[in-house]
């Protein structure tokens, strides 16, 4: 697939010099950083999934009838 998109001048520049000091194309360069990105954002998700997991229990009390009306609003 490809995808063209518009970067201003100075971005465009920085991301050529970049991916020539690290001896690639700008397209394998920019695939590089969003694989980098999603992994990132996936473990951030994972853990922020792993800390209301915990938290559940901290709200064990107040799954009773009593409070279930609550449950409602």
């Known amino acids: 697939m490809t995808l063209t998109i518009e970067i201003e001048e100075l971005k465009r520049k920085s991301l050529e010099s970049i991916a020539a000091q690290k001896g690639k194309k700008v397209s394998e360069f920019v695939v590089e950083i969003l694989d980098d990105y999603l992994l ?5 998700t994972k853990d922020v999934s792993g800390l209301m997991k915990l938290s ?6 107040w799954d009773n009838e009593e409070d279930a009306v609550y449950d409602k609003l």
């Open 40 to 44: 990132q954002k996936e473990v951030e």
């Open 56 to 61: 559940e229990t901290s709200f064990d009390e």
